[in-house]
């Protein structure tokens, strides 16, 4: 079992940026792919990016990809994520989630998730 903490949301303006961090408890951390998903107002569940458990592969959505990147730090049990060029398109709830292969995570499965954290960005 993981449990999943995000923090790193906020109010910014577009074109700016945002550090999202989601801290993980587990012995097993190591072992999972990760990743970060978004809920916007009035949308569905997007899938936003996700990191194999080495960290050598990692997967963005088109709509992101260039202006965000996803890491891990499996020693410290942290994944991150860098937005960058923020829109206002980009306004949802942030949260990460965690599963044991990382195409579950490409494709919208996952088997933990955390609270999520809000990012609102101002035009």
């Known amino acids: 079992q993981v449990q999943l903490v995000e923090s790193g949301g906020g109010l910014v303006q577009a074109g700016g940026s945002l550090r999202l961090s989601c801290a993980a408890s587990?012995?097993?951390?190591?072992?999972?792919?990760m990743g970060w998903f978004r809920q916007a107002p009035g949308k569905e569940r997007e899938f936003v990016t996700a990191?194999?458990?080495?960290?050598?592969?990692?997967y963005y959505a088109d709509s992101v990809k260039g202006r965000f990147t996803i890491s891990r730090d499996n020693a410290k049990n942290t994944v991150d994520l860098q937005m960058n060029s923020l829109k206002p398109e980009d306004t949802a709830v942030y949260y990460c989630?965690?599963?044991?292969?990382?195409?579950?995570?490409?494709?919208?499965?996952?088997?933990?998730w955390g609270q999520g954290t809000q990012v609102t960005v101002s035009s």
């Open positions: 989630a965690a599963d044991r292969k990382t195409a579950s995570l490409v494709a919208g499965i996952f088997g933990s």
């Open positions: 587990g012995r097993t951390f190591s072992s999972y792919a």
């Open positions: 990191i194999s458990w080495s960290g050598s592969s990692t």
